[in-house]
């Protein structure tokens, strides 16, 4: 089996079809040097707890079953079509690399950024090492969303210094960190409280910081007796209500959360073409919405609010892009939803007229599991848990002989090469694939230059470093 990604859905899904399907060979194609998807370049620095599952990847690639293939890009090194030959499944598990736009005016501006840009900016993701945020332009920072990762950016934001100068942040986002004037940070969302997304866990985290006070919100979102509210809305509502061990009065740093606000320009000042402010249109819950209600619909007023910002992050979600080629396999990217159309279990199917609709049917050979499969969203052990649900049809499939790639009944219509088969038209174009253990060699380095610094490790910002590390 070809996996296509090596973030915690291509691992997960991996290490069930290795277990549950004898002597099956798992080839895991990665685009850079290095592995684990957004566990490397997209938890928090100072969440390393949540980094534990590579412990776990770890012993799935050690197994003699199992070959790295880094520094591929499937779809530009090499063709979906020319690996079908080799293998008899590809699973396609290669994440959601786009995020959404807010398609308002003024959001090109300098001091606009995506959370994925500014998230993988101080994760060390390669792409974004350029990216120079403009930290120490003024004192306001605006992050439009309300989830999980909305609440990582204010936190790393208004962060001390010394708590995160042991993580494995990089050395360039700690520098500009230092030199950064961020005071106030507004967290942003369309409808209310009750409707956020963020968990309690994070937002106790950022009450507690010692230094960075909370603005209070307005009671009036939660009813009298907040033990009615469902278990999750409860708690979350008792931290908000209670507010942070920080008083505004003793510290400047400060964050707030704002609701029932829709962006809707972003400025810039009188002379130049940086960001001054950011607008928003006031919402009001659509008329007999039931405010209380996770999915209650809000609807626009005519009100427009201004919040100053030198900088804005919109955190409204990552997208899924389609893979060059993969039409070629009979495989329509769902553009809309961003994802591959799949059945419930996570065989890629034919275009479909929707829930019920028969005519849809499983393309051989082909699954897909995580953020491709269901949408980019939830946590590593909710994609552990869709990719057990992937790993556990394809061995079903395998074991009841249906069948797979290159095969018109039964399995073993492959070439068998796998990776073999394939090797020779990667290399060809200069392309220098990795294998388990130069990544080990990778990570050395990293740990290494880390050690020198008094932190976990030092990630190199470069796909050129990474390689270079190889032959020093
Ligand atoms: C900013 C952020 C913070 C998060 N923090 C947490 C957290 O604290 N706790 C938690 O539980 N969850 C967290 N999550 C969620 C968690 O990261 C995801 O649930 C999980 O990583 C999704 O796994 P995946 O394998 O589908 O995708 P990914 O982790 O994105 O992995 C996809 C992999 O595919 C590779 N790839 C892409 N295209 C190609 C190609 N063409 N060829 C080869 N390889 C390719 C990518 O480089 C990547 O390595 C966070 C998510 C984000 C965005």
């Known amino acids: 089996m070809a996996v296509i990604g090596s973030g915690p859905a291509g691992f997960y899904t991996a290490y069930r079809v290795m277990s549950k399907v004898q002597d099956a060979i798992v080839d895991m194609y990665e685009q850079l040097p290095v592995p684990y998807g957004l566990v490397r370049f997209g938890v928090a620095p100072d969440h ?43 699973l396609f598990s290669y994440g959601a690399s786009e995020d959404r736009r807010l398609h308002i005016p003024g959001e090109d501006l300098r001091g606009v950024f995506s959370a994925r840009e500014f998230v993988g900016w101080y994760n060390g993701l390669p792409q974004f090492q350029g990216l120079d945020p403009n930290l120490a332009d003024g004192d306001q920072a605006v992050v439009i969303g309300q989830g999980n990762v909305a609440i990582d950016v204010a936190r790393i934001l ?5 708590a995160l100068r042991h993580t494995d942040i990089t050395e360039q986002a700690l520098e500009s960190l230092s030199r950064s004037r961020i005071e106030s940070v507004k967290v942003v969302g369309r409808r209310g409280p009750l409707q956020a997304a963020f968990t309690a866990k994070e937002a106790r985290e950022l009450m507690n910081m010692p230094g960075v006070a909370f603005r209070a919100i307005d009671s009036g979102f939660y009813p009298l007796d907040i ?26 740093k400060s964050w707030a959360l704002e609701f029932l606000l829709a962006p809707n320009a972003m400025n810039a000042g009188s002379d130049s073409n940086n960001l001054a402010s950011v607008d928003f249109t006031r919402q009001e819950f659509s ?30 979600g990552y997208k899924a892009a389609e893979i060059p080629g993969l039409a070629e396999l009979g495989v329509h990217f769902d553009h809309k ?10 065989r890629i199917i034919t275009p479909s007229a929707g829930p019920g609709d028969l005519a849809a049917s499983h393309i051989p050979g082909l699954y897909c599991a995580g953020w491709v499969k269901r949408g980019p969203t939830g946590v590593i052990a909710s994609t552990m848990d869709d990719a057990f649900t992937s ?7 395998w074991h009841s002989g249906v069948p797979f790639l290159n095969t018109e009944h039964g399995n073993n219509g492959s070439t068998g090469m796998g990776w073999d088969g394939v090797k020779d038209l990667v290399t060809a174009q200069g392309i220098r694939p990795l294998e388990w253990k130069d990544w080990k060699r990778i990570d050395a380095a990293e740990r290494a230059r880390g050690r020198n610094l008094g932190k976990e490790r030092e990630k190199f910002g470069s796909v050129k470093e990474m390689l270079e590390s190889l032959d020093s």
């Open 48 to 90: 390393p707890e949540v980094k534990n599952c590579e412990e776990k990847f770890e012993e799935v690639a050690e197994s003699p079953r199992f070959n790295y293939v880094g520094n591929v890009k499937v779809g530009q090194d090499v063709a979906v079509k020319d690996m079908k030959p080799h293998y008899d499944a590809i």
């Open 158 to 162: 208004l962060s001390p210094f010394n």
């Open 227 to 252: 033990k009615k509210l469902p278990r999750i809305q409860r708690r979350i509502g008792e931290i908000l209500l209670k507010g942070s061990k920080a008083s505004l009065s003793d510290t400047e």
């Open 287 to 316: 008329p007999g919405a039931d405010n209380l209600a996770k999915n209650a619909s809000v609807s626009a007023t005519s009100e427009t609010v201004t919040i100053p910002a030198t900088l804005a992050f919109r955190s409204v």
């Open 337 to 346: 939803l961003g994802i591959i159309p799949n059945d419930p279990y996570g």
């Open 391 to 397: 790993g556990d049809v394809i061995a079903t499939d």
